[in-house]
């Protein structure tokens, strides 16, 4: 089957490379229009591809290039819905990039693909929501649930979030009405949001949504950088989404985003890799390096300390701005998962070359191959972190009104991590 890549820049989607899939095979090239257009510095589709004028073909393959496409591929119950559209098994790898096909109408970030795009517009032809209002939707109205089930393409389930629990891609117009993203004209686009319901009916599933708003909070309050003011109310979690901005002239801009699975180049749903591989991959892409490196440790000290085991290859991803400059982006998909029924557990360690584990710092920072100056940064920064902002975590909690049984086994967590970070050599570190 044939796609096109498109990409939104300054104002207008351009179709900037050829998609080619069929049994097994991935041809892919960028357009000669798009590589000799118009647009001085024509952006990339992905960090890993430079715009070039070379047409590539790549069999099923545990690394590629061509890991940014399932950034876009369905998942969750949007999967399931587009595969029962389609006729095709839900459960199966093979039908990945054929459901990308259909399905990345409107994924997070700025790419999208036609085919799912007319694919889109095929299924909901003559159909125009009116929107909803706040209330509306708080109170579960049937306005609300006809205009979800009407775009259910897009909204229940969203293919275009991956994940297990349900999300909403819902924009905001003027008047503060609420529509699913695709059913809002760009020029009506005021705030755009992901809405998270809990993955289940028990409750602990309940607690887990509610404590990522407050985890959240208290990751800002130690320096990271997090989604700005996440609120839990009504059993919903409502999210700003940060690949999207709106400027002074009510312009939509859309920014380019990527999953770490898509820099190291893993293709599938694999959720394991070496952190020691992530890091070093991340400062060869971020434009601070050192700043990058630091924030992704921390963040890894963060998941210890409030015992989120869930660390795969797609809870993290790096942003390209308008500017150009790349950065992690906000810490998002952050909350209480120890209490998960399914016992997650973390996916993604630090290997070292010769076999096992390591959780010491300082054989952390000595094995990674990073320049002097950016591990010499981030042992400062993390040094920092344990001293200086760890022991007021707890504080963070129970002030954002955290449970008690939560905040108690973190006081743990986070009691055992503060040594180790002031256990950290910085005798050749910079003041962070």
């Known amino acids: 089957m044939d796609s096109y890549i498109e990409l939104f820049h300054e104002g207008t989607w351009h179709r900037a490379a050829s998609l080619t899939v069929d049994d097994g095979l991935v041809q892919f090239g960028y357009e000669a229009s798009y590589v000799f257009g118009p647009l001085q510095n024509p952006p990339c589709v992905a960090l890993s591809l430079p ?13 590629t290039p061509l890991a940014f496409l399932w950034d876009l591929v369905p998942q969750g119950r949007g999967r399931d819905h587009i595969a029962g559209l389609l006729n095709v098994p839900s459960d199966s790898s093979r039908q990945d990039l054929y459901l990308a096909q259909h399905g990345a109408f409107a994924p997070i970030g700025r790419l999208r693909l036609d085919t799912a795009v007319d694919f889109y517009n095929q299924h909901t032809a003559g159909m125009r929501p009116e929107g909803f209002t706040t209330q509306e939707m708080h109170d579960r109205s049937e306005t609300f649930v006809d205009q979800l089930r009407m775009y259910n393409m897009l909204a229940a ?10 999300k909403f891609l819902l924009t905001q117009d003027e008047e503060g009405r609420w529509f699913p993203d695709v059913g809002l004209a760009d020029e009506h686009a005021r705030q755009h949001w992901i809405v998270k319901l809990s993955r289940g009916t028990h409750a602990d599933d309940q607690r887990i949504l509610r404590h990522e708003s407050i985890y959240l909070q208290a990751a800002a309050a130690c320096g990271i950088r997090t989604i700005d003011a996440p609120e839990y109310r009504d059993d919903m979690l409502f999210l700003r989404r940060f690949d999207r901005e709106v400027d002074a002239a009510g312009s939509v801009r859309r920014l380019h985003q990527e999953t770490l699975a898509a820099l190291i180049g893993y293709h599938g749903f694999a959720r394991s890799a070496s952190l020691f591989a992530l890091t070093e991959r991340l400062a060869q892409v971020a434009s601070d390096p050192a700043q990058a490196v ?30 150009g400059t790349v950065q992690l982006t906000p810490l998002y998909d952050f909350g209480p998962m120890y209490l998960d029924r399914a016992l997650i557990s973390r996916t993604c360690e630090w290997r070292l070359p010769n076999g096992g584990s390591t959780d010491n710092w300082n054989e952390i920072l000595e094995t990674l191959a990073l320049d002097d100056d950016v591990k010499a940064h981030a042992a400062g920064v993390l040094r920092s972190f344990g001293e200086d902002v760890l022991p007021a975590l707890p504080h963070e909690l129970r002030f954002r009104d955290a449970d008690a049984d939560i905040v108690e086994i973190c006081k743990t967590a986070i009691g055992y991590q503060i040594p180790k970070l002031q256990d950290i050599d910085c005798r050749a570190a910079p003041s962070p």
């Open 51 to 63: 715009v070039e004028l070379t047409r590539r073909t790549w069999t099923d393959q545990a690394v």
């Open 157 to 166: 389930g969203t293919p275009g979030v991956q994940g297990i629990a349900p």
């Open 294 to 323: 630091a924030e992704f440790l921390c963040r890894d000290v963060l998941n210890r300390a409030l015992r989120n085991p869930d660390n795969h290859l797609r809870n993290t991803s790096v942003q390209q701005n308008l500017d």
